[in-house]
């Protein structure tokens, strides 16, 4: 079988960090390189300790300052084949310099690819059709002639939830439409999420309400903006409006217009959010604040698509769809009196609950990189900016009652106070799992709940959330499961 990429073989100096997902700690092996491709590396050296919970880093280039993310394929005695996979475009543009510089010292009258041989002077092998041809546009032309081929090389031993996740990947990539904006700070791979990108890809097709249900935090606006991107409507307007954010007074003329006169300072008429969003989507923010009276409004809407105009007595038909959502327990509210039952249940179709970060796993520290990532390439100044084991252990650890908004505030703050090219604990203000909240050191009885926890959070997740199977790995009962689950907040 052909190879794919050109392959560099010759000795090449670098190092192995590997970062263990669970704890965030760090270890480094120096390792030499005896291939390189865009698709992986074969390495040599000794590296034990690496495991399925274990991130890797090769590191290459002049003072090992060309980073590349890294999976083990096999591995035999000192010697491991490392698969690379890219964060970022500029990675893979950065790895194919380095090995362009190497070009050369390939012998011309052979294939690098398929090894048979070739004239000098060919543009393509005319055998395997690969290019030879090694120009500025030689790596977009060569990865998307091969790009199936990449694809079902990755798409052997995944599992079920592999799968899934790769399909999330796809549906976000490559199968958007062009120049559409994608809300890519939705990013996770924890079962949960899977699950709400699955929920999301479903009933964007479909024109019912969905009502999105979560902490402050959590991404509800960009759930809302993902399900409008992968609609019908996605060419049309996207209206946002906060409920709670409007005075009363202002709020029925701010989402179903007036007409001229209808009020002191009316002077002409105005169409209002329903109707600007037509053929599009409306999302109506913490919908739990909308008073009452405006209630019996929206219900009409979503019932016959009929608004009135304030001072206008003429019903006109809109075509915009609702997607609502809200941090409060509305049956509750309901059963209080606070929110109309019958609202409840049109607004109610679809319900999608978004985690929060704290029952998030792994997901904690994706997300940091991902943001740590994202600002640092806003910022030229701070491009090398990492966070150091201690960093990671504390966000993994940390309950993030603030979710993902509070983790994005808190990774800039590192970016900007960090002194180093390293972020510490102190520079995100984080507590240390090993440190009470006044700055003493932790108690025993601290570092054993941070640790219980943990190992909770593992063992649920390994078991797709089925409590009684995790309670039999961990050889307790049903009952105390449940227990640990509430004392934990999990």
């Not at 590191?59 to 084949?81: C, F, M, Y």
């Not at 592999?162 to 904006?181: S, V, Y």
């Not at 252990?393 to 900007?416: M, Q, T």
């Amino acid at each position: 079988m052909p190879r794919i990429d050109l392959r560099i073989n010759r000795p090449i100096s670098g190092e192995i960090v590997a970062s263990n997902v669970s704890t965030g700690d760090e270890k480094r092996y120096p390792v030499t390189v005896a291939n390189i491709s865009l698709g992986g590396a074969l390495v040599e050296g000794e590296t034990d300790g690496m495991d399925h919970l274990t991130r890797l880093r090769l590191l290459i280039g002049d003072q090992n300052n060309l980073e590349l993310p890294a999976t083990v394929i096999w591995k035999k005695k000192n010697r491991s084949h490392l698969c690379f996979y890219y964060d970022d475009e500029d990675v893979v543009n950065r790895l194919w310099s380095y090995i362009r510089q190497s070009v050369g010292k390939i012998k011309k009258e052979m294939c690098p690819y398929c090894g048979r041989p070739v004239s000098d002077g060919l543009d393509e092998c005319p055998f395997c059709h690969l290019s030879l041809k090694y120009s500025d546009d030689y790596l977009i032309a060569h990865t998307r002639k091969t790009f199936l081929q990449r694809l079902s090389q990755h798409l052997k031993g995944l599992n079920g939830d592999g799968h899934l996740h790769l399909l999330n990947l796809i549906d976000r990539e490559i199968l958007k439409k062009k120049g559409e904006a994608v809300s890519e700070e939705y990013v996770g791979t924890c079962r949960q999420m899977l699950t709400l990108f699955s929920l999301i890809r479903k009933v964007a097709p479909t024109e019912m309400p969905v009502l999105l249900l979560g902490e402050s935090g959590t991404g509800k606006e960009l759930a809302a903006r993902a399900i409008h991107e992968r609609s019908s409507r996605a060419k049309n307007p996207l209206l946002v409006i906060n409920c709670a954010a409007i005075p009363e007074t202002l709020l029925e003329a701010e989402l179903f217009g007036h007409e001229r006169g209808a009020f002191t300072g009316a002077y002409q008429a105005r169409k209002g959010k329903f109707e600007l969003a037509e053929r599009g989507t409306l999302f109506l923010d913490e919908i739990g604040e909308m008073p009452w009276s405006l209630q019996a409004k929206l219900l009409r809407f979503l019932e016959d698509k009929m608004i009135e105009r304030i001072g206008s007595q003429k019903a006109r038909k809109v075509d915009s769809r609702v997607i609502a959502a809200t941090n409060r327990d509305l049956e509750k509210e309901v059963h209080e009196g606070k929110f109309r039952q019958d609202l409840y249940y049109r607004l109610s179709v679809f319900p999608i609950h978004l985690p929060p970060l704290r029952e998030r796993g792994a997901d904690k520290i994706i997300l940091a990189k991902y943001f740590l990532g994202k600002f640092c390439r806003e910022d030229s100044s701070s491009q090398k900016k990492r966070f150091s084991a201690g960093a990671l252990s504390a966000i993994n650890h940390y309950d993030w009652p603030g979710n993902v908004r509070e983790l994005i505030n808190k990774v800039r703050k590192g970016i900007v106070v960090s002194e180093s090219d390293e972020i510490a604990v102190g520079d995100l203000d984080l507590v240390s799992p090993f440190q009470a909240e006044n700055g003493e050191s932790a108690s025993l009885e601290d570092f054993r709940s941070s640790s219980e926890r943990k190992k909770l959070l593992e063992v649920i997740d390994s078991c797709d959330g089925n409590l009684s199977r995790a309670a039999r790995d961990l050889h307790i009962s049903r009952t105390t499961m449940h227990k640990l689950k509430k004392k934990y907040h999990l």
